[in-house]
């Protein structure tokens, strides 16, 4: 096996694992809505997650588990990365708002929270801003 083959392979299972981890989030209130269906389906082809390893995930969600970076400065990069992804596919304000408000939880941001932490990042996502401006609008949105 070469060097570049290794990578490849972690790369897949990489994707596969956090596409797992957010079909997990997704399932967390029993139930997948039709546009959460929609953005699990998109999703996983960017992932490139193949129709066998979709249908083992979708039937074997609880397989993967959530880990939410330690670090604050990492949960908001994924944070950033979700809300760009939630944002871009353009779902109704009020379903992007719940599919993010779970990934938030996911991620180990506080319940009472969410509401104020996704409203922020979905808003300066849709203002075009990058990582470090996301990050420092986040951490200083209550000023």
């Known amino acids: 096996m070469s060097i570049s083959d290794l990578y490849d392979n972690e790369f897949r299972k990489r994707n596969k694992d956090h596409f797992g981890?957010?079909?997990r989030v997704?399932?967390?209130?029993?139930?997948?809505?039709?546009?959460?269906?929609?953005?699990?389906?998109?999703?996983?082809?960017?992932l490139n997650i193949s129709e066998h390893d979709y249908k083992r995930i979708m039937k074997d969600y609880e397989s993967h588990p959530v880990n939410p970076p330690?670090?604050?400065d990492h949960r908001l990069?994924?944070?950033?990365?979700?809300?760009r992804m939630v944002a871009a596919d353009k779902i109704h304000?009020?379903?992007?708002?719940?599919?993010?408000?779970?990934?938030?939880?996911a991620l180990g941001f506080h319940a009472?929270?969410?509401?104020?932490i996704t409203d922020k990042a979905?808003?300066?996502?849709?203002?075009?801003?990058d990582l470090d401006?996301?990050?420092?609008?986040?951490?200083?949105?209550?000023q």
């Not at 399932?27 to 959460?36: A, H, P």
């Open 112 to 116: 009472i929270n969410v509401k104020y």
């Open 26 to 46: 997704a399932m967390s209130d029993g139930v997948i809505s039709e546009e959460e269906k929609e953005f699990l389906n998109r999703l996983a082809d960017r």
């Open 93 to 105: 304000q009020e379903e992007e708002k719940k599919i993010l408000r779970k990934f938030c939880v």
């Open 133 to 142: 401006e996301f990050i420092d609008g986040i951490k200083n949105m209550n």
């Open 70 to 72: 330690v670090s604050y």
């Open 122 to 129: 979905l808003e300066l996502v849709s203002q075009g801003h």
């Open 77 to 83: 990069e994924r944070l950033f990365d979700l809300a």
């Open 21 to 23: 981890a957010i079909v």
